[in-house]
């Protein structure tokens, strides 16, 4: 007669805590004038520059996005028709004291910071997760092991292992030295501290176990 195989599903989440080691920024050029072709030709023209700024940091990368103009339209105090044109700037760099440097000199610009804090680089979340799935596996393993013992069996394979990444909640930037609107003459760049931030990964298996 042969020995009936023993059935376990087990499930494990590992969490590790890493540095981050990117620095991510987003500022905002607007301008307001009596025409659209005023105010965005006003856009393009710090855009053009802020971006000219960035060329000569190292190892910092710009994009842009989030382009819009509108009509604001006269007040009872200001009767005059007027536009307002902007554009988004997305910088990342993982040297910071020479990013924040760039996002104070964009500010000195007119530019409008909007947000600003670290974050893990594509690279280092890739290994952080490899991380978290290698001790997932390893604790589904040794509780696989632990049930056998208890159970006088012991471990014969791994059947239809699944493996994820646990979506993480949002993370907002630890954020200092914001500057608002109309703020921007101040001679000291921004700062922004950091702490370690998580990476999750999860292992599920359905786990065999034969007699000893």
Do not use: C
């Not at 059935?7 to 620095?23: I, R």
């Amino acid at each position: 007669m042969v020995a009936q195989e023993t059935v376990l599903h087990l499930a494990e989440t590992v969490t590790v805590t890493v540095a981050p080691d990117e620095l991510a920024a987003t500022l905002r050029a607007e301008a307001v004038a009596p025409t659209p072709q005023d105010a965005q030709r006003r856009v393009n023209d710090m855009m053009r520059d802020a971006l000219d700024s960035v060329k000569k940091v190292s190892g910092v990368t710009a994009a842009t996005e989030m382009y819009n103009a509108f009509r604001i339209g006269a007040t009872p105090q200001d009767r005059m028709e007027r536009w307002q044109a902007g554009q988004t700037i997305n910088l990342a760099g993982k040297d910071g004291e020479a990013t924040l440097k760039l996002v104070g000199d964009l500010q000195q610009k007119g530019l409008v910071e909007s947000s600003l804090g670290w974050r893990l680089s594509r690279e280092t979340e890739r290994a952080a997760r490899k991380e978290a799935t290698k001790q997932a596996l390893s604790q589904l393993r040794g509780r696989a092991d632990d049930a056998a013992e208890i159970l006088g069996l012991q471990f014969a394979s791994f059947r239809d292992v699944r493996l994820d990444s646990v979506t993480q909640p949002p993370i907002i930037p630890r954020q200092q030295g914001f500057v608002a609107r109309g703020a921007a003459s101040t001679a000291q760049p921004p700062s922004a501290e950091f702490e370690d931030l998580p990476v999750s990964a999860s292992a599920e298996a359905d786990i065999l176990l034969k007699p000893r």
